[in-house]
């Protein structure tokens, strides 16, 4: 089992950053695909980025590419997400996610990420 636990969120003003933590027990999740997704109200929830087991690539969606980033330490077990240029409709919930056998191809798909966090909340007012 893999428990995830993000941290990081808040408010901030447009153009500002904040940078997510995932924190990661139970495996070694450096053998794991881990990816990011939020959701807005009223929405469905949407890919943010995903890097591969080996760390090697790493994809963003459209809408955050060239201001998100995503990073890992692995001696702290612990996955980053850079933001930067915050816009108000990056508003959302934030969620890590996490999986052992998921390929890239799918990393768009949230139904196959086995581990999630419990979300944490991202306001950018304009």
């Known amino acids: 089992q893999v428990q995830l636990v993000e941290s990081g969120g808040g408010l901030v003003q447009a153009g500002g950053s904040l940078r997510l933590s995932c924190v990661a027990s139970?495996?070694?999740?450096?053998?794991?695909?881990m990816g990011w997704f939020r959701q807005a109200p009223g929405k469905e929830r949407e890919f943010v980025g995903f890097?591969?087991?080996?760390?090697?690539?790493?994809y963003y969606a459209d809408s955050v590419k060239g201001r998100f980033t995503i990073s890992r330490d692995n001696s702290k077990n612990t996955m980053y997400l850079q933001m930067n240029s915050l816009k108000p409709e990056d508003t959302a919930v934030y969620y890590c996610?996490?999986?052992?056998?998921?390929?890239?191809?799918?990393?768009?798909?949230?139904?196959?990420?086995?581990?999630w966090g419990q979300g944490t909340q991202v306001t950018v007012s304009s």
């Open positions: 996610a996490a999986d052992y056998r998921i390929a890239a191809i799918h990393r768009l798909d949230a139904k196959k990420y086995e581990y």
């Open positions: 139970g495996r070694i999740v450096s053998r794991a695909a």
């Open positions: 890097r591969d087991r080996n760390g090697v690539s790493t």
